[in-house]
């Protein structure tokens, strides 16, 4: 066997006690810690976890047995040793708990490392500009097929609507029917309309997380609808179009009427590797009712061999403008993340 040299490489497992007296051998049983108080966490940050409990903060590490990126913003988690919250004071992570949903991409289609963004949100409210940046629907695409995909429910946002008519980029996604809330958020401009009410109503009691590009209004729709979170906002670049990265981790913050919302850094791409195509047609209970008539391994894309999509569509059963919008998903998994 090698000989390790290294001094980083050695742990508390390889020191050997020699039983003696008033000494026992180690114990190999690691402790239940049935008594693990219970938190949420709110931030990440280089190995540091911030959790909340009763009305307070506190730092955490994690367990060793936990391994590294075991735990996101959302998790509920159960922690040990100092848990008062008091400057300089570090508690333990030991257990998460199971997750209700997470919501997951990958950098690209051929990446079979999935990330995690979130854990245990019910909700993802999709941002985008109607204008400065322009909006990209191939990615509003991508994370409708997440959400669809890790069960939450999307919800589109669409900001700076005092720039340009948002009427078509609704109309794009209403075969869909999912819900869209318009906002008028141009930061700096002295017309703009900063009345969040219409957000705040979808996002009230819910476990919000928040995605779209850098410049599109996140942190400021997140400043307008919990005052005091302070979180940076920036400009769009004239000369690329898009925005410059202002937050860079996620945060979850708790709404003024109840539930959290959680911001999360600007992207630019939306791998879907970990998604099965035959997944998503379960988000589609209309559609996916016609599919016991394809043939064994459709793929229920346009042009499918004997699909029954194309079948119920010329006998009237489904919805023309909505069957497109699904398989227009399904092309936006096969195609490269990004524009």
């Known amino acids: 066997m090698a000989r390790r040299t290294a001094a980083s490489s050695y742990d508390e497992g390889d020191v050997r006690v020699r039983p003696g007296r008033g000494s026992r051998p180690r114990s190999k049983l690691r402790p239940a810690h049935a008594d693990a108080t219970p938190a949420l966490v709110i931030t990440v940050d280089r190995g540091r976890y911030t959790c909340v409990l009763d009305g307070r903060t506190v730092t955490a590490m ?181 925005g410059r990265h202002t937050s860079t981790s996620a945060v979850a913050l708790p709404l003024p009427d109840g539930g959290w919302v959680i911001d999360t850094p600007g992207i630019r791409s939306f791998g879907l590797a970990h998604v099965d195509p035959d997944r998503l047609i379960l988000a589609f209970p209309d559609l996916a009712a016609e599919t016991p008539a394809c043939p064994r391994g459709c793929t229920h894309v346009d042009g499918a061999p004997e699909c029954g999509l194309d079948a119920a569509l010329a006998a009237g059963r489904v919805d023309p403008d909505r069957l497109a919008s699904y398989r227009r998903l399904l092309a936006s998994r096969d195609r490269q993340a990004g524009d």
């Open 62 to 242: 994690t367990a060793r047995e936990l391994g590294r990126k075991a735990v996101v913003v959302g998790d509920q988690v159960g922690l040990v040793g100092d848990v008062s919250g008091a400057p300089g004071s570090l508690a333990r992570i030991v257990r998460v708990e199971e997750r209700a949903t997470v919501l997951r991409r990958t950098a690209d289609d051929d990446d079979p490392v999935e990330r995690v963004i979130v854990a245990n949100a019910d909700q993802l409210m999709i941002v985008t500009a109607v204008a400065d940046p322009e909006p990209r629907p191939r990615l509003i695409d991508r994370a409708l097929v997440a959400a669809f995909d890790a069960g939450i429910e999307p919800l589109l946002c669409l900001t700076k609507a005092d720039l340009a008519d948002p009427g078509p980029l609704l109309a794009t996604y209403a075969p869909l029917q999912v819900p869209a809330v318009v906002t008028r958020l141009a930061p700096g401009a002295p017309e703009a309309d900063t009345d969040v009410g219409d957000v705040a109503e979808h996002l009230r009691d819910r476990v919000t997380v928040l995605v779209g590009h850098s410049g599109v209004g996140k942190s400021t729709l997140v400043n307008e609808l919990v005052p005091g979170a302070d979180r940076a906002t920036g400009q769009v670049n004239v000369v690329t179009g898009r």
